[in-house]
């Protein structure tokens, strides 16, 4: 049988064909690395809880930065940050920003591998944390609680800023319209000070 191997196209997920390709493995490696710690790490590090947590804890803080600072904006044209208003009121609102749609030339194969890491991890630890209720595992819980607002919080700010994309409805359904995240964050917080 003659096998032909085809080349790899625009689009397809090989890192080859990045635009950014230090800035795209970078991306994958924080991305995958938080998981990895947490699924592996009390094999190696003989069941020390509490390194695993710290461990976990500042990849995924290094992800947060990453993505929202450098790969998303290198990667796909987007940003988004918080500002918080200089009149001592405390009132921030969220910036969402994107590159117009002829400013700047997608790379497909960038734009595959930003959003498919964007939308699996956090549905990654979803199923870690319904595997983590089964077990009754509490104290694991607790840090995927916090990977999730992290993941999640990235997740939907990208979506948002995708104005020009499919993304944008699901986000602004979910930041804007009293959704999710502002319940989900709401409940949370008003249970942890309630003591």
């Known amino acids: 049988m003659d096998q032909q191997q085809r080349e790899p196209q ?9 635009s950014h390709p230090v800035t795209l493995i970078t991306f994958l490696a924080f991305r995958i690395s938080s998981l990895l710690i947490y699924l592996f790490g009390g094999l190696f590090i003989r069941n020390n809880f509490i390194l695993v947590f710290i461990l976990t804890i500042t990849l995924l803080s290094i992800d947060f930065y990453y993505l ?15 500002e918080v208003k200089g009149d001592n009121s405390g009132d921030s609102h969220w910036v969402f920003e994107s590159s117009e749609p002829g400013s700047r030339v997608q790379n497909k194969t960038d734009s595959r591998f930003f959003w498919l890491a964007l939308y699996v991890q956090p549905a990654l630890w979803v199923g870690l944390a319904l595997f983590a209720v089964l077990k009754l595992e509490v104290f ?11 993941t999640v919080t990235n997740t939907l700010a990208f979506s948002r800023c995708d ?9 602004s359904s ?6 999710i995240a502002r319940n989900l964050a709401g409940g949370m917080f008003s249970r942890m000070f309630s003591r």
């Open 10 to 18: 625009q689009g397809d997920l090989h890192w080859r064909l990045s």
């Open 68 to 82: 929202k600072n450098i790969a998303g904006r290198r990667l796909v044209g987007l940003r988004w940050w918080n």
């Open 140 to 150: 694991w819980l607790s840090l995927i609680v916090i990977a999730l607002i992290l």
């Open 163 to 171: 104005k020009f994309g499919q993304a944008s409805n699901l986000a």
């Open 174 to 179: 979910a930041l804007y319209s009293g959704g």
